[in-house]
């Protein structure tokens, strides 16, 4: 069964920076892309960034030129560098991966950014 995990969340000031990691695990024999959602109390969960298998990225325009998504092929693991945060990125951070021709999610990890 695959599953992701993520990690990496936590409280940090305005400015500062995050990186938050995500590791595929279990039989993966396809992989069509990654992405990272967020979701915030109140709203409804938004992509924030995605890359997919040949290496094509995509950002939310909220977050282009702050957060970079990266990935390490051999550990099937995805990353997202988030630079410059503001108190508006605070939210659950949640994996996405297309994966098996089916869609996973990972169980999410909280990013608070304190102003």
């Known amino acids: 069964q695959v599953q992701l995990v993520e990690s990496g969340g936590g409280l940090v000031q305005a400015g500062g920076s995050l990186r938050l990691s995500c590791a595929a695990s279990?039989?993966?024999?396809?992989?069509?892309?990654m992405a990272w959602y967020r979701q915030a109390p109140g709203k409804a969960r938004e992509l924030v960034a995605r890359?997919?298998?040949?290496?094509?990225?995509n950002y939310a325009d909220s977050v282009k030129g702050r957060f970079t998504i990266s990935r390490d092929n051999a550990k099937i693991t995805v990353y997202l560098q988030m630079s410059s945060l503001k108190p508006e990125d605070t939210a659950v951070y949640y994996c996405?991966?297309?994966?098996?021709?089916?869609?996973?999610w990972g169980q999410g990890t909280q990013v608070t950014v304190s102003s």
């Open positions: 890359m997919t298998n040949g290496g094509s990225t």
């Open positions: 279990g039989s993966i024999f396809s992989m069509r892309a």
């Open positions: 996405n991966g297309d994966l098996n021709l089916q869609d996973y």
